[in-house]
């Protein structure tokens, strides 16, 4: 029952701070809402002693606790342990106006900086009971400061919380959590990658999937969190005690600080979990549908750029106000380093679904000065066909997502026609992309595979997506993958075929690691996972998804490949340039040679042809003897079936000999042998590369 008699007093309350703030006397609530004609504080209290809490609903004043858009209102208590939401009441007119209220539902409040913990699987009760939380932030950080990686140096690692170590392989005390990740750093040093990128972190309902397994009939769970109900409510169900899910994130990110590791998050400001007016309204629908989402002009259905079914008006001053705080926020109180913007493309329209200009929102964020150390990287597309890689924004602190580096490099992996040209253009940092408006490679985050489509082991291992366990007749998942399977659809028993696919995957990793860029890998790729062809696991809360951690050991070689090539890049500034190679250099007056060479089987002898499959460039490792870093050689064999003889030019600056350090058709530990083993070649020799497979030689310094 509601209790009419308050163990508080209550004041009018002031309309800023928004959310709800602690202070000496009591406690603020403001709320945003413009179409609403009366909104009522829900809140729950413990009382010791008693089984459940009491519970009080406060009506507001439109005439005292209103001010603009804001209401507010202000209790006098020394209680902070209390639970909050807002019913908010108002017209329902969709078709010519777009706002509907419903003063039964129990809104969350979306600046609560956390939600009631629950579990992962537990019913999530948005709408229904107040959820939001009063928090403190008293967290010990020991001095913790911000990292500042950069760029040129990161090398970012892409991982879901839950999936990362849920699997009994992982062999940790925490699995599927913060502090799973936590027992995992020896691991992330020992591979040597500069930053963690979590998928979404902020809350959602893992319950409102609608699909079945269709062989098992058990529904399916949203796995991914690519549907938030919040941007600044953590996910307590990743929490190994959900109700201190605050401080388990922040023991995460210290200690992954302390190991010298970054942390990124995938932020969704591009839509909400609310869905259309058929979906489930637990917060921004409920305070003021107009504002908060794009609507048709016309019709006041949503406008679905996002393929969830709304799309956040990020244009609006007011929804970009809360993507700013929210941002600041994880800066400030949550120490993370930098955000990943989920079709960010989103983030450029305006209130009609407009393409934008000059879109306010992603100048903001670049140019906010809580923000101005922190990485920020864009998803340059989104789901309605906008496809913005290399024009998402002129802005220098804008890094992307290079969908075409992907492309390019699996279409050469595969034996594509036409792909030479691109594959060098990637290689070589994306000038085609960057160069125009004054950035640098360090804009491109190049990938070859992420949390969306085929693993690296798939990417090799099928022709097409197998996605009929997600429950939607295999509908769902993209159609175009650029993948081969090397001979046969999935699993097979056949070595020599095990062995090719090996073969590719330590090609495109090599690729994607001494290219001119920022690197980011997807995890468990190193030691080759599957998801047995499906490439749309956004449901999959399973060992489909889940890293397998034994792979680590039976694919030991494959890691210790990725983990030389990481190491390689590291040691060698030549693989992490701050500016674009330069056709040629013209120093004092006196002709110096180029920075980068090209040629396909010859020296000097460069073949752009559609029917090309092999790449070779000589990397030129210039300066004087005791400051110059070393020449590299590196051959590419795009050739399906066909092995090709290379002739190797002579190592520059009077260097004599070349070091074969890397071959990856060649079975560990002979694909990165250790110095004892290594070859040396001299210019004009052949060497015969392997198809699909790729050789490093590397400038012996003279003796």
């Given amino acids: 029952m509601i209790k009419k008699k ?71 208590t020394e209680e902070r342990e209390i639970c909050y939401g807002f019913r908010v009441d108002g017209p329902t007119d969709i078709e010519k106006r777009g706002v509907i209220y419903d003063r039964k539902q129990i809104l969350l409040d979306p600046l609560s900086h956390a939600l009631s913990g629950r579990n992962w699987g537990e019913r999530f009760e948005g709408g229904n009971i107040p959820l939001c939380h009063l928090i403190k932030h008293d967290f010990d950080w020991q001095n913790d400061r911000p990292l500042k990686t950069p760029m040129v140096d990161s090398i970012i690692y892409e991982l879901h919380v839950r ?68 941007f600044f409510a953590l996910k307590s169900g990743y929490a190994s005690q959900p109700d201190h899910h605050v401080n388990e994130f922040k023991t995460m990110v210290l200690s992954l600080h302390q190991a010298g590791i970054e942390v990124i998050l995938d932020m969704v400001y591009n839509h909400t979990g609310e869905g259309n007016y058929q979906g489930h309204t637990s917060s921004f629908r409920g305070l003021d549908n107009p504002i908060f989402y794009l609507l048709d002009q016309h019709t006041r259905e949503y406008l679905n750029y996002s393929g969830c079914g709304n799309t956040f008006n990020c244009n609006h001053p007011v929804v970009r106000e809360i993507i700013l705080n929210s941002l600041r926020y994880w800066v400030m109180e949550m120490h993370v380093d930098g955000f990943r913007f989920d079709l960010a493309s989103i983030l450029g329209r305006d209130r009609q679904g407009h393409v934008l200009a000059n879109p306010p929102m992603i100048e903001m964020i670049a140019q906010d000065p809580i923000l101005r150390d922190t990485k920020i990287i864009a998803e340059a597309w989104d789901a309605a066909g906008l496809y913005q890689v290399g024009s998402f924004s002129t802005d220098v602190r804008w890094a992307e997502w290079n969908g075409r580096f992907r492309d390019d490099i699996r279409a050469f992996m595969a034996g594509h026609s036409n792909s030479i040209a691109n594959l060098a253009t990637r290689i070589a940092g994306s000038s085609d992309l960057y160069l125009s408006s004054s950035r640098t490679p360090c804009n491109s985050v190049n990938f070859i595979t992420s949390h969306d489509g085929f693993t690296l082991h798939d990417l090799v291992s099928f022709d097409q997506k197998h996605n009929f366990r997600n429950g939607e007749e295999d509908r769902d998942g993209d159609n175009h993958n650029i993948s081969w399977n090397s001979g046969v659809e999935g699993k097979t028993e056949d070595a020599v075929i095990q062995d090719f696919r090996l073969r590719r995957m330590r090609s495109m990793a090599l690729i994607l690691i001494l290219s001119q860029g920022v690197p980011m890998l997807t995890a468990g790729d190193e030691f080759g996972r599957s998801q047995n062809g499906n490439n749309n696991c956004w449901c999959q809360d399973n060992q489909t998804s889940w890293l397998d951690w034994d792979l680590a050991q039976t694919n030991k070689g494959l890691l210790r490949f990725f983990k030389k090539c990481l190491n390689l890049r590291k040691t060698h500034q030549i693989f992490r340039r701050h500016d674009f190679f330069s056709s040629q250099d013209n120093t004092n007056g006196s002709f110096q040679e180029k920075d980068i060479t090209w040629q396909s089987l010859q020296p000097e002898q460069e073949d752009w042809s559609e029917d090309c499959h092999t790449l070779a460039f000589l990397l030129r490792g210039k300066g004087k003897e005791r400051q110059r870093d070393d020449d590299f050689f590196i051959m590419l064999n795009g050739h399906r079936r066909e092995d090709a003889p290379f002739t190797i030019p002579p190592p520059p600056g009077g260097r004599r000999l070349w070091k074969q350090i890397i071959d ?18 001299k210019g004009g020799d052949t060497i015969l590369v392997k198809s699909m497979a790729a050789v490093v030689l590397q400038s012996a310094p003279i003796s």
């Fill in 664 to 681: 990856t058709a060649r079975v560990t530990p002979c694909d990165f042998p250790p110095p004892s083993r290594v070859t040396k070649k």
């Fill in 6 to 76: 308050y163990p508080f007093s209550v004041e009018r309350g002031d309309p800023l701070p928004g959310g709800a703030t602690a202070l000496d006397r009591g406690i603020n609530f403001a709320v945003f809402s413009r179409h609403a004609e009366s909104v009522t504080l829900v809140i729950q209290i413990k009382d010791p002693g008693q089984a459940s809490p009491s519970h009080y609903e406060l009506e507001l004043d439109p005439a005292v606790n209103h001010t603009g858009d804001i209401w507010h209102i202000f209790l006098v």
């Fill in 163 to 230: 999936g990362f170590t849920r699997d009994a392989s992982s062999k940790v005390k925490h699995p599927g959590t913060y502090l799973g990740i936590v027992e995992k750093i020896p691991y992330l040093k020992e591979l040597g990658v500069t930053a963690v990128e979590l998928m979404p972190v902020t809350e959602w309902d893992e319950n409102d999937n609608v699909f079945h397994d269709p062989l098992t009939g058990k529904p399916l769970k949203n796995y991914w969190g690519y549907n938030p109900v919040s």
